[in-house]
């Protein structure tokens, strides 16, 4: 390391880029651990219906404790994809999420994240079997998030991997729709119960994501897909994604993710009210 790049004449970059390969190291071995330990939660987000103001899902959104800070799975999760661990932290979440669901709410559904690793692992689906069967949650209240870069390089066994899901009763969902590799084409591939528009639009400014949004709509009515818009932090966005006929929100708007036990049954009444005084007015018969 040190002594080699010093050979190699990388010398005057050595110190910085040795901090950060130890930095790396040390986060993927603390990782490899952090389930045994007990470091990792769920924390929930509401998914909230407009046309009613209530909440018809939960997203699970994983959170790791490592010493006193919180690291984001934005930070940690692309290390766990890249080293393999993504399989057991995923299966960690899958078993978590169908157990916080079964016990402590009745009806809603809750949302899951897989990376494309966990959901090519040969063991993905005796995983979400298993974990459906130890927790008796009914399979149509669990839903699996996956991206668009699942159905890149192996169409065929994704498909086919989608379809098992499918056939378990759980749902589909397409997450972050509008980033990477996006194209319509990928909505027809596969009947998708949901689309999750990307933030990146919803905070789009400019009139073209709004005629994408749109069209995004058509389509997936067109599918009977649910459309749910990602990353509403304004009521501005609000009115427009309600004035194009969205009827699905989550975001910082109107509630955040948080641990299980703060996590809000119900919207609160003035949450509710931002929500219903919008509701475009009827038409006068
Ligand atoms: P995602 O699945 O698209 O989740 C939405 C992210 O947006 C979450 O970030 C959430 O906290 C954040 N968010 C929600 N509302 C707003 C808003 O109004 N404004 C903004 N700016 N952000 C908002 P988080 O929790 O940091 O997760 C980031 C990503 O990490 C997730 O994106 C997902 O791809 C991945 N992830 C999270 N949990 C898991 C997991 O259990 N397994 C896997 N494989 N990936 C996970
Ligand atoms: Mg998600
Ligand atoms: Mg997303
Ligand atoms: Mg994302």
Redesign the pocket.
Known sequence: SAKQNGRNGYQAFEPGMGRALRLRQELESDLGLAIERGEFE??L?PRVDLTDARISSY?????WRRGDIYV???DF?PVA?ASGL?VP??EW?IREACRIAASQFEETAIS????PR?FLDPGFLSVIRQALAETGLRPERLEL?I?EGVLIDDDSRAIHILGEIKALGALVSL??FGTGYSSLSYLTRFRFDTI?L??SFVQATDETAWHVIRSVLGIAGGLRARVVA????TTQQLERLMVVGCTEI????VA??RPVRDVPRKLDHRTRAMILDRRPSREPV
Do not use: H, W
């Not at 997203?59 to 959170?63: D, F, K, M, Q």
């Not at 899951?112 to 990376?115: D, E, I, K, M, Q």
């Open positions: 769920l924390f987000q997203e699970a959104l994983i959170r984001s799975p934005a999760i994809e993504v932290i995923g979440v899951v994240n897989v990376s966990q998030e991206t997450d972050d999750k990307d933030r990602e990353g509403v932090e989550q975001g910082f708007l955040e993710p």
